[in-house]
């Protein structure tokens, strides 16, 4: 339901200063001096929307009072009383006139107006149904509400109400009393139904009570319409009177009976195809139906109408009364003819058929005479009436180019922080608004209503002031609604955008507006773009043929991060990159494919249509779904996840070497698929953000979302499994050297030729090679081969620049099973529970844990290994102390371990031949002891997907020469693109 403070409703066709002071002198004095809107044609009627709205409230301060309701539409010409006929016509109390004069509130026009009020007063017989006070009294008057909407059976209710009662008010009272008799009535433990004024409407009726041969009497409905929550019944009552023989009174009605009965009578009338006439009183019926319906723009157009239709109209009444009187030899007609538009007497036969030829001649001159005197008369008038002055405290929009000349204004104001253009909503849609507000989900008021047929339903939305705060005074926002044609300065506007005073604003095909913002000095000039700079992507300059090729070169080698394309090339240019760019041996970097791709999208979330942008994530994500896949299956045939018992002794463990070399491709897409996750983020967050002002629920946005979505859970897809994929395969080559770490001795004389022979090769081959490699390679050779599997998967995280979060995930994963598998492996072989063994496998893990701490994942691995440590430091305690700990302190020591595995490593530790474990080993009685003590590798961590600012800056240059010249290899396929759709002439050469 509209309020009644909407800006639209203070577009006006004349300047907002010319209005008289009090609207109620106002129409007495149009009421005395002019015919009523009841016996008029249908081009000098109004309705009560209308004055409502060029007098509501929350209009400029010249529009200070509220006006009362014209005549209730009807397709019968029987409400309202004509002015008196005996009353003079002078030329000085032209409606023209009364806007001339200004404002005046002097005691002459006051008497004035009180005799007019008491010639309408007694020009009617008072209705029955309602009482009025006097009119210098604000004591309350009686209004009869009929009806039995509330109540099956009611008759009417008597309610006191004042000259500013609204109808809303009096809803309310009703609805008051009825409750406070249903209260009365029933008991109290019966639930009273609760009523809402807004499920009510106050319907104005005119017609007559029609008594029946039983003595009953029947009240017979001539027309109805609804009143509107803002309009006063008494003032209506006050200001408008049915014609004798007729009677008003008021009614409640509930508003969805009503609207259903006002559908089923359209579709009838449609049905038996009425003609324009009908058509005519059905859209005036309609324009005062109901608070939706307020505002539209048919009814401005007949209530102010141009004064020069008005004054036609008069000459009409005039010349028909002329005609009339018998003093002046006018002929009657016979036949109810209508008379001719120019008021020009038709050549009306008479009973000989004869019309005599001084008497044509004498009607062809007085009408010829009277035809010149209105053309002058005209001519001032609208010439009086065309200076049209601007508002001079708040911008508004000038209309150069519209549709409908009938129904558009020349200016539209913008009285409040934001105006939004649409179009008039359709019953369905003004149904999903409501029922969007129900879910508190309300969407934004349309203030100018637009009639060309592209327009939709909210087509721009404008900011200023306290609606954009991030802006300067004076400054103001737009952007289209979704599916909105709108250009800025002739350029295709998709987005949000600054709106400068003097810029030029097109509204689908046919609106075209200029800005003006008076509090801005001096106005700038209208902002016209160049021809050049139209929805074109690789236009680059106007000038000449030299100009254009320059301008040419210096974008190709630019290193501004931005890649131009238009719509159409998009599916190409996304193909390109993917095919150019699909394995780690490309030869643009790591991060080639995500780096070239957000390119592509920052621009189209930019610059194109807004559709665009979920598309093209959608279908980036599934191409790079598709190569992984590939990748993962060519992958899984060199290394079968599952092979028979026989063929897996027969074959060697698989070489770290080879497998990482296998691994690249994988780790390559789990990278960019990472970054791209993160940035497709940005971009969707960024989104959401845009059509925060669009409507709730709008199908078309739930869609773009539910393509954005299931494009992240598709790059979700591609990191989980290709993480997948390289953990599973580096813990299965783990797997095969985990054991040697637990049985090397490092102080075996061997092992230590072997550990100084190595320090020899790695001091003679020069201290130039890599410090991780001759850390490998100064450790026993059992320990550095497991440090070469972690050393390789650091390596290759590195080189596929994986991301610091799935950097510390994949290294967790991989020391979580090596604390597993080396703990389980541990406990289940009891002869390692001695003091000897336990130094020589603390040696190991030291050795190993040394050089993660030198690379960089010592924190890491701490942690993951922090059991296995535990466990072989227990086992490190010397034999004398161990005997004398008792199992409350051992296992508040050792607190990681379970009872169960603390029981047993007491009970399996290797004392000395026949020596039992000591007493005070022995746990409580309570404690319990039947638990697993093998560590689950069900445990493991989750992998936690990023949720992080992409790494890639699009807001710096290019970041590397290899980069850069794939970004120019790109530009220049696209110009190519372009220029084979040209003709031979219109191409630019480099």
Not at 415 to 428: D, I, L, N, Y
Not at 696 to 722: F, K, N, R, Y
């Amino acid at each position: 339901m509209e309020e009644s403070g909407s800006p639209r409703f203070r577009k006006l066709h004349f300047p907002v200063g010319l209005w008289i002071n009090s609207p109620r002198k106002h129409f007495a004095k149009l009421g005395a001096r002019w015919p009523s809107a009841v016996s008029v044609k249908s081009t000098t009627s109004s309705d009560a929307a209308s004055v409502h709205e060029a007098t509501s409230p929350s209009a400029p301060s010249s529009l200070s009072f509220s006006s009362p309701s014209l005549a209730p539409p009807s397709p019968a010409p029987t409400f309202l009383r004509p002015r008196p006929a005996n009353q003079p016509q002078s030329r000085a109390k032209r409606l023209s006139h009364l806007f001339l004069r200004g404002r005046s509130n002097s005691d002459r026009d006051r008497a004035i107006g009180e005799r007019e009020r008491e010639l309408w007063a007694h020009s009617a017989a008072p209705s029955s149904h309602h009482f009025l006070p006097p009119a210098s009294s604000s004591a309350p008057g009686l209004v009869k509400i009929y009806g039995d909407a509330l109540s099956s059976g009611a008759n009417y209710r008597s309610l006191l109400a004042n000259i500013h009662s609204t109808a809303r008010q009096l809803i309310q009272q009703v609805i008051t009393r009825y409750t406070e008799r249903e209260r009365e009535n029933e008991s109290e433990d019966i639930a009273l139904q609760k009523h809402s004024p807004e499920d009510f409407l106050l319907c104005d009726v005119i017609g007559k009570p029609i008594r029946q041969a039983d003595g009953a009497v029947e009240w017979q409905t001539e027309c109805r319409r609804s009143v509107a929550p803002w309009e006063c019944p008494l003032l209506l009552v006050d200001m408008w009177r049915p014609k004798e023989g007729f009677e008003r009174r008021f009614e409640i009605q509930r508003r969805d009976e009503y609207e259903r009965e006002e559908k089923e009578r359209e579709k009838e009338r449609e049905r038996e195809g009425e003609n324009s006439q009908v058509r005519w009183r059905r859209s005036r019926m309609s324009s005062g139906s109901g608070p939706e319906e307020r505002g539209h723009r048919g009814r401005n157009t007949e209530l102010r109408r141009s004064i020069s239709d008005m004054n036609l109209t008069l000459r009409r009444r005039q010349g028909n009364q002329a005609n009339n009187d018998p003093r002046r030899g006018g002929n009657t007609p016979t036949n109810g003819e209508p008379q001719d538009r120019k008021n020009i007497v038709s050549m009306i036969n008479t009973e000989s058929g004869e019309v005599t030829g001084s008497r044509v001649q004498a009607e062809a001159e007085r009408h010829s005479r009277a035809a010149e005197d209105e053309r002058e008369t005209c001519d001032l008038e609208v010439m009086s009436q065309s200076l049209i002055l601007p508002p001079t405290d708040r911008p508004y929009f000038l209309l150069l180019q519209g549709y409908d000349q009938s129904k558009d204004f020349v200016l539209y104001i913008m009285a409040g922080h934001t105006h939004v253009f649409g179009r008039k909503p359709t019953f369905r849609e003004r149904e999903k608004d409501r029922e969007r507000e129900r879910k508190g989900k309300r969407p934004l008021r349309v203030d100018t209503f637009l009639s060309a047929p592209d327009m939709l339903t909210r087509h721009l939305l404008v900011r200023r002031d306290s609606a954009v705060p991030d802006q300067p005074r004076g400054q103001a926002l737009m952007r289209p609604f979704r599916g909105g044609a709108v250009t800025h300065n002739g350029v295709v506007l998709y987005r949000e955008t600054v709106l400068k005073p003097g810029d030029l604003i097109g509204l689908g095909n046919h609106f075209l507006f200029l800005y003006r913002d008076p509090r801005v000095t001096p106005a700038p000039p209208i902002a016209l773009a160049p021809p050049w700079q139209g929805d074109t992507t690789t236009s680059f300059g106007p000038g000449n043929m030299t100009d254009r090729q320059e301008a040419l070169r210096q974008y190709l080698s630019s290193s501004e991060s931005m890649l131009k394309f238009q719509a159409k090339d998009a599916d190409t240019l996304l193909q390109e990159i993917i095919s150019k760019n699909s394995t780690p041996d490309s030869g643009c970097g790591a991060l080639a494919p995500a780096y070239l791709l957000s390119l592509m999208i920052d621009y189209t979330s930019k610059h194109l249509d807004p559709a665009l942008t979920p598309q093209l994530l959608l279908k980036a994500a599934n191409q790079i779904k598709a190569i992984v896949w590939d990748n993962i299956k060519e992958f899984g045939d060199k290394y079968p996840t599952q092979t028979s018992p026989d063929s897996e002794a027969d074959l060697p463990p698989p070489s770290v070497q080879k497998l990482s070399s296998d691994l690249r491709p994988l780790m390559f897409w789990m990278s960019n698929a990472t970054e791209l996750l993160n940035f497709f983020q940005v971009k969707v967050e960024t989104m959401e953000k845009e059509w925060e002002f669009e409507a709730p629920g709008d199908p078309v946005l739930s869609a773009d979302m539910d393509t954005c979505s299931e494009a992240l859970a598709q790059l979700d897809d591609v990191i989980m499994h290709t993480f997948q994929q390289c953990v599973y395969h580096l813990t299965k080559t783990l797997y095969s050297l985990l054991p040697t770490l637990l049985d090397t001795n490092p102080f075996s004389s061997e092992e230590k030729e072997k550990e100084k022979a190595g320090s020899m090769d790695s001091a003679n081959g020069g201290g130039e090679e890599g410090h991780e490699e001759g850390d490998v390679s100064s450790l026993p050779p059992t320990v550095a081969g497991l440090v070469e599997v972690y050393r390789c998967s650091l390596e290759l995280s590195r080189e596929a620049c994986l991301s610091p979060p799935l950097t510390s995930q994949t290294f967790g994963y991989l020391f979580f099973f090596t604390n597993t598998s080396l703990l389980n492996t541990l406990l289940e072989r009891d002869a390692l529970f001695s003091w000897s063994r336990a130094v020589q496998i603390r040696t190991n893990l030291d050795l190993v844990l040394d050089w993660l701490q030198g690379a960089g994942l010592g924190d890491i691995a701490s942690e993951f290994l922090k059991k296995l440590s535990v466990t072989v430091n227990f086992l490190c305690i010397p034999k004398t102390r161990l005997i004398q700990s008792s199992w409350v302190s051992l296992q508040e020591e050792h607190a990681l371990l379970s009872p169960a595995q603390l029981h047993h490593l007491l009970t399996h530790y290797k004392l000395g031949p026949a020596r039992a474990p000591p007493s005070c080993w022995a746990p409580p009685s309570a404690t319990e002891l039947g638990g697993d003590i093998f560590e689950s590798f069900l445990d493991h961590p989750p992998l936690i997907l990023p949720n992080e600012a992409p790494s890639l800056d699009l807001s710096q240059p290019i970041p590397s020469p290899e980069l850069q010249k794939e970004v120019t290899r790109l530009r220049t396929f696209l110009w190519g693109l372009e220029q084979d759709e040209l003709p031979a002439n219109q191409r630019t050469r480099l």
